[in-house]
């Protein structure tokens, strides 16, 4: 069974900085993609940064590009995503997220099987 939990959100400052972590278990597929996500309040879930089978590519959403970057710590079985000089409008609830085999790489939502509980990220001004 595939669990992911997430770590390390917070409050903080605009200019400040944040790293999320996600711990993942139970997860066997060779061919994966992994991502973070963010759903702030009624607004729809959007992508924010993913990462294919290891590191061997990576994308961005333009909002972040420049700002955020994932990663993954195989050896820990975690994904981490280092937030750097956050906005307000960052604030939102941070998601994990991984797929089943990933034939489609991307920062879609539907191309994601499996979700964590999320973490609260919130930028003030």
């Known amino acids: 069974q595939v669990q992911l939990v997430e770590s390390g959100g917070g409050s903080v400052q605009a200019g400040g900085s944040l790293r999320l972590s996600c711990a993942v278990s139970g997860y066997r597929y060779s061919r994966y993609c992994m991502g973070w996500f963010r759903q702030a309040p009624g607004k729809e879930r959007e992508g924010v940064a993913a990462?294919?089978?290891?590191?061997?590519?990576?994308r961005y959403a333009d909002s972040v590009k420049g700002r955020f970057t994932i990663s993954q710590e195989n050896a820990k079985n975690t994904l981490d995503l280092q937030m750097n000089s956050l906005k307000p409008e960052d604030t939102a609830m941070y998601y994990c997220?991984?797929?089943?085999?990933?034939?489609?790489?991307?920062?879609?939502?539907?191309?994601?099987?499996?979700w964590g509980q999320g973490t609260q990220v919130t930028v003030s001004s």
């Open positions: 990462i294919y089978a290891g590191g061997g590519s990576t």
């Open positions: 997220a991984a797929s089943a085999e990933c034939y489609y790489f991307s920062l879609s939502k539907y191309s994601y099987t499996y």
